[in-house]
């Protein structure tokens, strides 16, 4: 069987504009990678998940009750012979990170390490810089994976098929299919139906070209190396083509190490026969927003069914009334008489009064819900208080469930100067009083309500 390495993670912080990778490294290597408009702000993706971001980095905001990473982390530690995970990136060091990494190292019993970027390299260009120390165990393969996705990460499928494919150095990107009109939001693939071979490459198209879509999962070998080298080799030859001020060739879009993997590699990767296409009918979906968060929570609390049957909360005597698929963390207090679910995540230290209804909703860390209070499609921040009586509620932004291929849709905050509707999110620290409607609106932290709010940012 292969050495495995895994590369896991370039990760868009948010909060600070900056991103981590995190890689994992073993016989076999595996990563994971965000997309260019989330690391330098090429739309507003890079705000669509305040303001839960203010408090945590994205990627280690809790969805199915673990941080949004440690799914890819546990998909990866199935992978036999997984000795070493490295994190990339230009996110800075905290407390938060480092208390995750040296939990996470404790309960898959596996190295974690951290390598910070002097600058936002983009999705290829981190796999570069750092090729020497990912290449220090000499994988034979590796693993890159966005970390804004949620999957069930069939991996062991992956390398699987490539074998099958009889192509030593070839190259694996995962995919998945979206309906014509939602393809054009992502990468699109086309392949050679017999031989799965990617013929043809575009990073979002302005017009139609597949319903096959990336799902930014990724199965390389350390040759992905030498076509990121000659980019680099190439953006240097362009840059000594041109004088630029100081402050212009700091710029980061200057840099010749600033590399994305999807336009800059897979595009003239295509049809050379070493990038081929491997499809999944399970679950997939991005995690851009604090809606499509929501959406996450129910893919993954329904896949623990299958793989963490522990985790769900079951109906006992003297419990609240369980509906559907409900985590609750074990040191939440909550009255037998509320009634939870379905797809509803309780976090630690949260608690939930008499009477309360919570469906379709994460209750973050120490939040109170008192008694008789409902909350529907909804985020309550860390450590705020929804008031006795009172309703918060928001609109989901599921995919169409009679298109068995729909995604959920990229959301906008406003259109024709109104906030479209969308769940509500509550930011840290937020008072709700007693007897009030919020609704499809968004909190920001530290706010003490006093009145009933729709369709509303609150600053």
Not at 220 to 225: C, E, G, K, V
Not at 346 to 365: D, N, Y
Request: hydrophobic share 40%.
């Amino acid at each position: 069987m292969w050495p495995l390495g895994f590369l896991l993670f370039l990760v868009d912080s948010l909060s600070l504009g900056e991103y981590f990778s995190l890689i994992f490294h073993t016989d076999v290597l595996g990563f994971s990678i965000i997309e260019d408009g989330d690391i330098y702000g090429a739309s507003s993706s890079r705000t669509r998940f305040r303001p839960l971001s203010f408090e945590v980095p994205k990627p280690l905001f809790p969805v199915a009750g673990v941080p949004m990473i440690q799914h890819h982390i546990e998909a990866c530690s199935k992978v036999p012979n997984m000795k070493e995970i490295l994190l990339i990136g230009f996110y800075q060091p905290s407390d938060e990170l480092n208390r995750f990494l040296l939990l996470a190292t404790q309960e898959f019993k596996i190295c974690i390490r951290y390598l910070q970027e002097y600058v936002a390299l983009g999705t290829g260009g981190g796999l570069y810089h750092f090729r020497d120390q990912i290449l220090s165990g000499n994988p034979e393969r590796f693993f890159v994976m966005n970390t804004d996705v949620c999957s069930e990460f069939p991996l062991m499928q992956m390398m699987e098929f490539q074998q099958a494919c009889g192509q030593i150095n070839s190259f694996v990107m995962l995919g998945t299919t979206a309906n014509r009109r939602q393809s054009m939001n992502y990468g699109c693939i086309v392949e050679n139906q017999q031989t799965h071979e990617i013929l043809h490459y575009v990073e979002k198209p302005s017009t139609f070209v597949s319903d096959i879509i990336n799902c930014g999962i990724y199965l390389f070998t350390p040759d992905i190396f030498q076509h990121i080298g000659e980019v680099f080799r190439k953006n240097q030859q362009d840059l000594s083509m041109y004088s630029y001020s100081e402050e212009e060739s700091a710029n980061g879009w200057q840099r010749v190490e600033v590399i994305r993997l999807e336009q800059d590699i897979f595009t003239s990767m295509a049809g050379r026969g070493s990038l081929y296409i491997y499809k999944t009918d399970g679950f997939w979906s991005q995690i851009k927003s604090a809606g499509s968060a929501i959406y996450a929570n129910r893919l993954y609390l329904n896949q623990y069914q299958s793989t963490h049957p522990d985790r769900l909360a079951q109906n006992s005597q003297g419990g609240p009334r369980i509906i559907g698929n409900v985590y609750i963390h074990p040191t939440a207090t909550i009255d037998p008489t509320a009634v939870l679910g379905p797809n509803v995540t309780i976090s630690m230290g949260v608690t939930i009064g008499a009477g309360v209804r919570v469906r379709e909703s994460i209750i973050l860390h120490g939040a109170s819900l008192q008694d008789h209070s409902c909350v529907l499609n909804c985020i309550v921040g860390w450590d705020s208080t929804i008031g006795k009586w009172s309703r918060v509620e928001g609109t989901p932004s599921d995919p169409n469930p009679n298109d068995p291929h729909a995604k959920i849709d990229s959301e906008t905050l406003f259109s024709d100067g109104k906030l479209n509707p969308s769940i509500t999110i509550l930011g840290c620290n937020v008072s709700i009083p007693a007897e009030v409607i919020i609704l499809n609106s968004i909190v920001l932290p530290h706010k003490e309500l006093n009145r009933s709010f729709k369709n509303q940012i609150i600053l």
